[in-house]
T-cell receptor
Framework: GESVGLHLPTLSVQEGDNSIINCAYS??????FIWYKQESGKGPQFIID?????DKRQGQRVTVLLNKTVKHLSLQIAATQPGDSAVYFC???????????FGTGTRLTIIP | NAGVTQTPKFRVLKTGQSMTLLCAQD?????MYWYRQDPGMGLRLIHY???????AKGEVPDGYNVSRLKKQNFLLGLESAAPSQTSVYFC?????????????FGPGTRLTVT
């Protein structure tokens, strides 16, 4: 079946550096993608989304890039802070069934 | 606004016991969802609702039932708990499905079945 996966399960980044979290998806028909952040003991929190007709979207300190040619999604976090330490999930949606399919997550650790 | 709240936060059940998890949202959202989260796996959709009085099966519905009698509440029931249902359960809500999919999640319920 279709799946959404992450390249790396863990990532450690020095505070102040930029981080990049990657995600591969397999459903070429997916219409919409979301990045969620989950801090320890909490539910996932929406970070940023992007539609399949876009290749880049920017938020506050975060940028999502979509490369449909290779079915790849990335989340860039600029000037990382200790509060960025969390697990990050990508999720995809195909409008045909309107259900989110989540990846397994990448744990980002910010080193002081 | 409290957002999405879940009760209880923790629960330990013995095999065969039953329980109900309560989810409440105060954002007047139409859509509500129940997910389970297991180590090494992404969130998996159990059941969802697109409005008061409606429910639908998700990816892993077996062993669970749900009810949406009021727009703000979504109940998840386990009739006869099994160790395989040990997990962290998350409720979420959203204003609508397509084209906006931002889901707001509750803090989770950690359930252990012995």
């Amino acid at each position: 079946g279709e799946s959404v996966g992450l390249h790396l399960p863990t990532l450690s980044v020095q505070e102040g550096d930029n981080s990049i979290i990657n995600c591969a998806y397999s459903n070429s028909a997916s219409d919409y993608f979301i990045w969620y952040k989950q801090e320890s003991g909490k539910g996932p929190q929406f970070i940023i989304d992007i539609r399949s007709n876009m290749d880049k979207r920017q938020g506050q300190r975060v940028t999502v890039l979509l490369n449909k040619t290779v079915k790849h999604l990335s989340l860039q976090i600029a000037a990382t802070q200790p509060g960025d330490s969390a697990v990050y999930f990508c999720a995809e949606i195909y409008f045909g069934n309107e259900k989110l399919t989540f990846g397994t997550g990448t744990r980002l650790t910010i080193i002081p | 606004n409290a957002g999405v709240t879940q009760t209880p936060k923790f629960r330990v059940l013995k095999t065969g016991q039953s329980m109900t998890l309560l989810c409440a949202q105060d954002m007047n959202h139409e859509y509500m969802y129940w997910y389970r989260q297991d180590p090494g796996m992404g969130l998996r959709l159990i059941h969802y609702s697109v409005g008061e009085g409606t429910t639908a099966k998700g990816e892993v519905p077996d062993g669970y039932n749900v009810s949406r009698l009021k727009k703000q509440n979504f109940l998840l029931g386990l009739e006869s708990a099994a160790p395989s249902q040990t997990s962290v359960y998350f409720c979420a809500s959203s204003r609508q499905g397509a084209p906006s999919y931002e889901q707001y999640f509750g803090p989770g319920t950690r359930l252990t079945v012995t």
